[in-house]
């Protein structure tokens, strides 16, 4: 695990069943999806920088109730997701592992010029309508980076979602950079949050020190609440198969913060929450690295919201607090499908 890491910022920083026969060969004649094993698609995506095939994995089948995740980092994969099909087929739900563009199962480019939020935003959109999901049936959850993705695509799209799921992401990136150097950090010994604040404003990313403070005092917290000798194997191998390309590009190295320079400095969407009308869930963790009275709050912008506290749960509460995260999940799918939401 302590490998794992250093490797990880030395370098720059998860039941199958397909498709029925007619799904797939309209999926194929629209968009001419290659269907590769069960309930699998690589689906071409057009970009400024020519055609890609990114990875998506179908698990369960339900013509009203179809959930795509995306997953965080950004440059990280769907694993994050992999104990989804402990919880929702068995509720009749559908859902899509999806790997982005640069991640995992996905071509990775070696282009920056692609790691824009509106270039990630059109490819969902692709990947939405080669998998025919509509305003019937399409619900879009993503946590962390996913969540702000969700939130820019909801901002665009929404005329095509049923419901939308934001997981533990705030709205603002400037004041999640606040909660964390306010809030987080100070919960440390003070020693030990001085010297990450040294090492980060000496840009000394790749000093040891660095994750070895992170891991003892910071993870087991906030990222996913459990000995990290404990941590999921498909947590590990997402942290593992992180696209170092993307993710420094786009977030940087800082766990407190978005690095400057990195091309998400700055997000902000808090006043154009407003803008989003379709039922939306938003999800946040008592011990999550973002704060969960801006989550709160995020679903009382919202026109038609709801809040989902996870209570013992942190940045990974869909396995820290499962108890409270699946059940709050699969009610709001279930309710927004009934047209029961809101009433």
């Known amino acids: 695990m302590n490998k794992l890491y250093y490797l990880f910022i030395a370098a720059a920083g998860m039941l199958f069943s397909c498709q029925s026969q007619t799904q797939t060969e309209e999926v194929q004649s629209d968009s001419t999806a290659v269907v590769l094993e069960e309930g699998v698609q690589m689906i071409p995506i057009q970009t400024p920088k020519g055609e890609f095939k990114v990875f998506t994995k179908k698990v369960g089948d339900n013509p009203t109730m179809k959930v795509l995740l995306l997953h965080g980092g ?3 994969s769907h694993l994050q997701y992999a104990n989804f099909k402990d919880h929702l087929p068995q509720e009749g739900i559908e859902f899509i592992w999806y790997d982005q563009l640069g991640s995992a199962h996905s071509d990775q480019p070696e282009d920056s010029t692609l790691w824009t939020i509106e270039r990630f935003v059109d490819e969902v959109e692709q990947v939405r309508a080669a998998l025919g999901l509509n305003k019937d049936n ?5 946590q962390s980076w996913g969540g702000m993705l969700s939130m820019e695509y909801a901002l665009k799209h929404q005329d095509k979602l049923k419901g939308l799921i934001i997981c533990n992401m705030m ?32 840009m000394d990313f790749e000093n040891p020190r660095y994750m070895e403070l992170l891991m003892e005092h910071h993870y087991p917290q906030h990222v996913l609440r459990m000995p ?12 593992e198969q992180v696209n170092p ?4 590009f786009m977030q940087g190295y800082s766990e407190f913060g978005i690095t400057p320079g990195a091309s998400l400095k700055g997000w902000d969407v808090k006043n154009q929450l407003k803008n989003i009308t379709v039922p939306t869930l938003v999800v946040g963790a008592t011990h999550d690295t973002m ?6 709050w995020m679903s009382t912008q919202v026109a038609n919201g709801r809040f989902l506290l996870c209570p013992n ?13 699946f059940p709050g999940v699969i009610q709001f799918i279930k309710d927004v499908d009934s047209g029961s939401f809101g009433k």
């Open 313 to 325: 749960g942190s940045h990974f509460s869909q396995y820290d607090d499962p108890e409270h995260f």
């Open 245 to 248: 390309n993307v993710y420094v």
């Open 138 to 142: 399409f619900y879009l959850l993503g």
């Open 291 to 296: 704060d969960p009275k801006h989550m709160e």
């Open 228 to 239: 990290l000798d404990q941590w999921p194997a498909e947590i590990n191998q997402t942290m």
């Open 171 to 202: 709205s603002s990136l400037d004041e999640y950079e606040k909660y964390a150097k306010e809030v987080l950090g100070p919960q440390m010994p003070k020693e030990v949050f001085a010297e990450v604040l040294e090492i980060e404003k000496k």
């Open 74 to 76: 950004p440059g990280m």
